[in-house]
């Protein structure tokens, strides 16, 4: 199955100027995206899909997060629906010292 494309990024909480939330715009150059300062509790980044299409799989990268949930909405308003429940990628105390941060 083909990927789709994310086409921009609408909003996002926090970014590391080398590492913006743009580079999630093209993953064939890595794709990495991380906040603005090393242990920040919450981060969030809303990414508009081209066209609507059938999502038969997901695939996330982690570069240090403890916890990933996924959530998809509609343009055309209302509430986000869970994809991916709140995942657990490595532990916090992980995550807080930088262990294996690309799981």
Known sequence: MAEIP???VVSVTS???RHPA???LRPE???KWRGAAAGEKQLSVVLELGDPR???SLHVGNDGAAFVEVLLGSSAGG???V???SAALMSPSESRA???PGR
């Open 79 to 81: 509430d986000f629906q």
């Open 22 to 24: 743009e580079n999630l």
């Open 83 to 85: 994809l991916l429940p």
């Open 54 to 56: 059938p999502i038969h």
């Open 6 to 8: 994310f086409t921009r």
């Open 15 to 17: 970014a590391d100027p």
């Open 29 to 31: 150059d890595g794709g």
């Open 98 to 100: 930088g262990a294996g």
